[in-house]
Nanobody, 122 residues
């Protein structure tokens, strides 16, 4: 089992920044990719960014390219999501997920944290 704990959410005005953290513990060796997803009120969950830990490969949804950066700190087993130039449409619950994929592509959401709320006001 892998436990994921998100933090760093909050309320900011449009144009502001936040950095989300996702600390992983447990059988981390069973995973090689981590994803940030978000769910806006009344909408489906959407992928935001993902990273393959060993390869360092990253992927971003078009809506956040150039504004968000995903990174991983190996010694701390923590994934970060730096969010700049935030927009009201970035509002939602942000979840960290983790899984294992033998090839770089879609990372399965085998494990998921409890989420952290991000609210961006105009």
């Amino acid at each position: 089992q892998v436990q994921l704990v998100e933090s760093g959410g909050g309320s900011v005005q449009a144009g502001g920044s936040l950095r989300l953290s996702c600390a992983a513990s447990g059988y981390i060796a069973s995973t090689n990719c981590m994803v940030w997803v978000r769910q806006a009120p009344g909408k489906d969950i959407d992928g935001v960014a993902h990273i393959y830990i060993g390869a360092g490969s990253t992927y971003y949804a078009d809506s956040v390219k150039g504004r968000f950066t995903i990174s991983h700190d190996n010694p701390k087993n923590t994934v970060y999501l730096q969010m700049n130039s935030l927009k009201p449409e970035d509002t939602g619950m942000y979840y960290c997920t983790a899984g294992f994929s033998p090839v770089i592509g879609t990372c399965p959401h085998t494990y998921r944290g409890q989420g952290t709320q991000v609210t961006v006001s105009s």
